[in-house]
């Protein structure tokens, strides 16, 4: 089955800089990769997502990014504000169409944004 | 307000119990899904649906079952099988090209 591995498990940085969480996923069919925000004693948040027919996506300070063939994909955020300090999770999918999104997840990132 | 909603946000199991989580979704989304969190862990994938009385198995289905008797609806039963209940469960739901969105949790913990 899938596998997603995700690093750091921890990250600080200063309100103002950049952050960047990496992701890389084992099965080349998956085709869908999601990132979702959690906030302490809530459900995820899908944040932004991307599907594997574009290799970059941008919403405002978030960005992602997908090399198919590496199998990797990116979550950057620019200009951190303390309210983005939360647990960041990847996930993949083969869903990707239709309605099946039977996601594997990574194990989280907390990003921590020091003012 | 369209939305998942999850039921009760906290639940107290006595050893030997089986319970019952409610998720309901308003979003007219065919597949839902349940996902167990543990402290410092991701989510692991219990079991999904991908249309009514049609489920499947997850990666942890074991001591786990749920139905599927209506498309707003995906209840998951905790049974007394299962060794560790005590974690976060997240109910969740996606519709065609549309991803998957999340509840706010059910806080499980035995007693």
């Known amino acids: 089955g899938e596998n997603v591995e995700q690093h750091p498990s921890t990250l600080s940085v200063q309100e103002g800089d950049s952050a960047v969480i990496k992701c890389t996923y084992s099965?080349?069919?998956?085709?869908?990769f999601p990132w979702y925000k959690q906030e302490l004693g809530k459900g995820p948040q899908l944040i932004i997502d991307?599907?594997?027919?574009?290799g970059e996506k941008k919403d405002q300070r978030i960005a992602v990014t997908l090399n198919k063939t590496a199998k990797h994909f990116s979550l950057h955020i620019t200009e951190t504000q303390p309210e983005d300090s939360a647990v960041y999770f990847c996930?993949?999918?083969?869903?990707?169409?239709?309605?099946?999104?039977?996601?594997?997840f990574g194990k989280g990132t907390l990003l921590t944004v020091n003012p | 307000d369209g939305g998942i909603t999850q039921s009760p946000k906290y639940l107290f199991r006595k050893e030997g119990q089986n319970v019952t989580l409610s998720c309901e979704q308003n979003?007219?989304?065919?597949?839902m899904y349940w996902y167990r969190q543990d402290p410092g862990q991701g989510l692991r994938l219990i079991y999904y649906?991908?249309?009514?009385?049609?489920?499947q198995k997850g990666d942890i289905a074991e001591g786990y079952s749920v139905s599927r008797e209506k498309k707003e609806s995906f209840p998951l039963t905790v049974t007394s099988a299962q060794k560790n209940p005590t974690a976060f469960y997240l109910c969740?739901?996606?519709?065609?090209?549309?991803?998957?969105?999340f509840g706010q949790g059910t806080r499980l913990t035995v007693v």
């Open positions: 969740a739901s996606s519709g065609n090209r549309v991803g998957a969105f």
């Open positions: 099965d080349s069919a998956s085709n869908y």
């Open positions: 991307i599907r594997s027919n574009v």
């Open positions: 996930a993949a999918s083969k869903g990707g169409g239709g309605s099946n999104y039977k996601l594997t």
């Open positions: 979003l007219n989304h065919d597949a």
């Open positions: 649906s991908q249309i009514v009385n049609d489920f």
